[in-house]
């Protein structure tokens, strides 16, 4: 009689104590039906196909997420996945824009791929302009809004960068002296007089009224003068213009 060659192999199974598929079904629970491929026998390997296909289709924050389970170091030590994950993070990283945290895998992504230093450098300079212009549009709205404290640091941490911006330097030196720190305020005039004679109406104007703040009326006095000869529509400011004529006993010469 004819042999049914699939119930041979059930009851071999069944008579050693394991139950065996038929070989036709096997590939049912090998096949990955999104990808359309095989699913490998390698957990690692099948989270970074994951990973890798959402990288693929830019999605480049899901990509992070899955790529940081590769990224720790396995229990017996880096392998190639974990090589891998942390420089698909780092380009993820990258095409977001996210420098901060680009920078973290830097090393690995250059390692792989040494042609990316010119993107590296280019976001780099990027993120500072960025991180420039907000500090100067930080500073200068806080100053508007007479929060002198708060213009100061970010006035001195722009021009950490930007030395020769005398603008901003100016600008630090009214906030200085709004705040009443007179001598911080000195300075930041009596530096931009060194480098600069773009402003120097400004400078002795304002060095007159820190001087003059400071009682120190001999230098307030010798700083008044040369403003007014340096800018004589200052004599139109009555305040500053007349400014001696109410103390004649500290300014004997006035």
């Not at 500090?135 to 950490?160: G, H, P, S």
């Not at 403003?227 to 200052?234: E, H, K, Q, S, T």
Request: hydrophobic residues 35%; glycine residues 4%.
């Amino acid at each position: 009689s004819f042999i049914n060659a699939e119930s041979l192999v059930y009851k071999f199974a069944f008579f050693n104590g394991m139950i065996v598929l038929p070989i036709s079904l096997i590939p049912f629970f090998l096949y990955d039906y999104k990808k359309g491929t095989g699913r490998s026998l390698n957990p690692r390997l099948t989270k970074y196909e994951i990973a890798k296909r959402k990288f693929d289709r830019k999605e480049w924050k899901e990509a992070i997420i899955k790529f940081k389970y590769l990224a720790l170091v396995p229990i017996g030590g880096p392998d190639e996945f974990y090589e891998k994950a942390n420089k698909y993070i780092g380009l993820s990283y990258l095409m977001l824009k996210d420098l901060e945290n680009a920078n973290k895998y830097k090393d690995f992504v250059i390692k792989s791929n040494p042609q990316m230093f010119s993107l590296y450098y280019k976001l780099e300079k990027e993120n500072d302009e960025r991180k420039k212009n907000q500090l100067y549009e930080n500073a200068i709205k806080y100053y508007n809004n007479n929060k002198y404290q708060f213009a100061i640091q970010n006035f001195e941490e722009y021009l950490n960068n930007n030395k020769n911006d005398f603008q901003a330097r100016l600008f630090l030196g009214n906030s200085y002296y709004f705040n009443k720190n007179y001598n911080k305020s000195i300075e930041c005039f009596e530096e931009i007089l060194s480098l600069t004679s773009d402003f120097n109406s400004d400078c002795y104007e304002m060095l007159t009224w820190n001087y003059y703040a400071l009682k120190d009326f001999n230098n307030s006095m010798k700083y008044h003068k040369t403003a007014i000869r340096n800018n004589p529509g200052l004599k139109q400011n009555d305040q500053f213009y007349h400014l001696y004529k109410k103390n004649l006993v500290q300014c004997p010469k006035c």
